[in-house]
């Protein structure tokens, strides 16, 4: 009788933990759709005046230039991504194992981080113009230099900066290679060259449009780095409708602009991550071995390899460090460390709420099958392709009549005002955080969860244990390295996040990136160098664990 109770009980607490960890999936999932639903309705319900004045101004012009950035940082992205990915892999040259790590550096920076220190350096009264009119005498009208500030500087930057995404999945791709089928060209009279683009280069396609595509979201998703060249796009569109003209259906119906884009881009990474297969016969077959260059073709590799690295992370670091030295702002003043406070705040709140959300709905998946799971799953994953500024404009709508809403009713029933009880909070922006980097935190609990096999499960069942205790005590001590990864990674991204802080923080209540872009906004770059270099130090965090595993992938 006893034992029978006590079975009872554990199927009742084990349901109730289910319908919690369901009700938490769900939730999630529901946060997640909430921005993208919201401006839809705001778009359409602000009328055709505003979109029909829109098209007549900027609208033409935010398109042209949005593509065309995308279409430079894809094509930048994409040679240097898949070129350092096969000469560090399928050749040798001297330095080849320290520089197959190095460059994935450039990760860590966010592209404004770097539009500050190259403007510093290039711009009219930077070192490398003065020297040059130091040297040769010239006055200011009278030679030309290219103007960093500008479409073609702001796609150089990015691409600087998200190459890496390119480099990793198309390195990972040759390395799963067999030689065989390049082995072949090659005795069929094909040369090195041809028998890469014709053989190992369609191998590796699924991957390296993925990355390509994930670096297109990044650049959509940009605003700092656009907003301080003075680039159009869409992102820089919605935060001057919103916070420079005061139009709320300008800034949801530009938003939904932007969000059409996103989507369409996720839908065709996930079409051709789902049909784009290749069979490889010859899987289990031994590796090409690495093709030893010759003198001179070394000293192109180094070169080619090195430039990145350089361009991309050394020469930014020793810039804003020149930069921050020669600035007054300091580090350990209490105005400075409320920055770095607020920042830790938030990154690690949003951290800890995204990672928690990423168990919640993949635990859920694997112990559901149907469509609420797998509609769960596919909503969280689209958040990583919604741009910052879409995500806080789709959360301030709707909560910003909420919250108007609840005040109007106080003080008309209680002669109470409320305020702003929602969107005058850090706790919206944390939502916002969720919504943008949960897909990043579920792909590595996924990529963790692949370890723990079923049979674990039904073996802890068996033991007496709930859903929950076998999530508690069978799967979180097995995944604690992935949710770490994934702690890190949300961590960082949300320092790094700007135009989401930038729309949505509370009152005074500023981060370093807000302080960084603020001084960059009134050209006070030396000051904006010294939080620029705290954010690429938290940034590092990440990138040398991916470094690490990019070293024992070898």
């Known amino acids: 009788m006893t034992t029978g109770t006590a079975s009872i009980d554990n199927r009742r607490r084990g349901l109730s933990g289910l319908r919690v960890l369901s009700g938490m999936a769900v939730l999630a999932a529901a946060v997640c759709a909430l921005p993208m639903i919201a401006v839809m309705i705001a778009a359409v319900s602000g009328g055709t005046e505003t979109i029909r004045h829109l098209i007549d101004t900027v609208l033409g012009e935010y398109t042209r230039t949005t593509l065309a950035l995308v279409l430079l940082v894809s094509a930048g992205t994409f040679m240097v991504g898949v070129g350092t990915a096969w000469l560090v892999t399928m050749t040798r040259f001297p330095g080849v194992r320290w520089l197959e790590v190095a460059l994935v550096l450039p990760l860590a920076f966010p592209a404004y981080v770097l539009a500050y220190a190259y403007t510093s350096l290039l711009d009219h009264p930077g070192i490398v113009q003065t020297t040059l009119r130091a040297v040769t005498g ?81 650049t959509i998703a940009d605003f700092g780095t656009v907003a301080y060249f003075g680039v159009q796009t869409f992102a820089t569109g919605i935060y001057t409708a919103w916070f420079s003209m005061f139009d709320r259906a300008g800034a949801a119906q530009l938003a939904l602009c932007l969000l059409s884009f996103a989507l369409l881009l996720a839908m065709l990474e996930r079409i051709q991550r789902g049909k784009a297969k290749y069979h490889d016969p010859a899987r289990q077959a031994p590796r090409m071995p690495p093709v030893n260059l010759s003198r001179g073709q070394a000293a192109l590799a180094m070169l080619a390899c090195g430039l990145p690295v350089v361009f991309g992370a050394i020469l930014p670091v020793i810039v804003l460090f020149n930069m921050g030295l020669g600035s007054e702002q300091n580090l350990l003043s209490p105005r400075y460390l409320g920055f770095i406070r607020n920042s830790l705040t938030l990154a690690g709140i949003a951290a800890a709420v995204t ?186 965090l990440p990138v040398i664990l991916i470094c690490r595993q990019v070293g024992q992938n070898r």
């Open 138 to 218: 010239w006055g200011p009208r009278d030679y030309w230099f290219p103007d960093i500030r500008s479409l073609g500087g702001a796609a150089l930057m990015l691409t600087l900066v998200l190459y890496p995404y390119v480099y990793l999945l198309a390195r990972a791709a040759f390395l799963q290679q067999s030689g065989t089928t390049f082995l072949a060209a090659r005795a069929l009279g094909k040369s090195a060259w041809r028998a890469f683009f014709q053989v190992s280069l369609p191998l590796a396609r699924p991957a390296i449009a993925g990355g390509v595509l994930l670096a297109v979201m990044e």
């Open 355 to 540: 990672v928690t959300a990423a168990v919640a709905i993949g635990f859920y998946q694997r112990l559901r099958s149907g469509r609420l799971p797998r509609g769960a799953g596919y909503v969280a994953r689209l958040g990583y392709a919604v741009p910052g500024g879409v995500i806080a404009v789709g959360l301030l709508v709707p909560f910003a009549a909420l919250d108007n809403a609840l005040d109007a009713w106080m003080r008309d029933t209680f002669d109470i005002s409320t305020g702003l009880l929602i969107t005058g909070s850090i706790w919206l922006l944390i939502a916002a955080y969720m919504v943008r980097f949960l897909a990043a935190a579920l792909g590595a609990y996924e990529g963790g969860q692949a370890m723990v096999h079923a049979n674990m499960d039904a073996a802890a069942r068996s033991l007496g244990q709930t859903p929950v205790g076998t999530l508690r005590r069978v799967h979180l001590p097995i995944l604690a390295p992935s949710l770490l990864t994934a702690l890190l990674i949300v961590f960082v991204d949300v320092m790094k996040e700007l135009p989401a802080t930038l729309i949505m923080r509370p009152f005074n209540f500023d981060t370093l990136a807000v302080q960084a872009y603020r001084l960059a906004s009134d050209e006070r770059l030396d000051g904006a160098a010294v939080p620029s270099l705290v954010i690429v130090a938290m940034g590092l």
